[in-house]
């Protein structure tokens, strides 16, 4: 990277087309879990087998998503909580998007 007197030094950490471990937990859990996700409002319902939601509730958590409030998740069923901007029918895309790269 440049730092601010524009001269090249090496970084740690993820790089433009790295994924970060988070990134990648999360990008696992959804492609192996998340079978369908619908919206209400500021509020995603994702659905998932039985016993996945916490996975998937986690890997949301831990990915700091912008946007995201929170999560809470049963057996086969995480609820995502969407600030109001940008809205849940942004952060269902974004989870969705995740799933659709892997």
Same mark, same amino acid.
């Given at each position: 990277?440049?730092?601010?007197?524009?001269?090249?030094?090496?970084?740690?950490?993820?790089?433009?087309?790295?994924?970060?471990?988070?990134?990648? /937990?999360?990008?696992?859990? !959804?492609?192996?879990?998340?079978?369908?996700?619908? !919206?209400?409002?500021?509020?995603?319902?994702?659905?998932?087998?039985?016993?996945?939601?916490?996975?998937?509730?986690?890997?949301?958590?831990?990915?700091?998503?912008?946007?995201?409030?929170?999560?809470?998740?049963?057996?086969?069923?995480?609820?995502?909580?969407?600030?109001? /901007?940008?809205?849940?029918?942004?952060?269902?895309?974004?989870?969705? /998007?995740?799933?659709?790269?892997?």
């Amino acid at each position: 990277m440049r730092n601010d007197e524009g001269v090249d030094r090496y970084t740690l950490g993820a790089g433009p087309h790295e994924l970060t471990a988070a990134e990648q /937990r999360l990008r696992r859990a !959804v492609s192996d879990f998340v079978e369908t996700i619908a !919206v209400s409002g500021d509020m995603v319902v994702v659905h998932t087998p039985p016993g996945a939601a916490h996975l998937v509730a986690g890997a949301i958590d831990a990915s700091q998503i912008d946007g995201v409030l929170g999560t809470i998740a049963g057996d086969d069923t995480l609820m995502v909580v969407a600030a109001p /901007r940008p809205g849940g029918a942004v952060i269902a895309s974004k989870i969705e /998007r995740v799933g659709a790269e892997s």
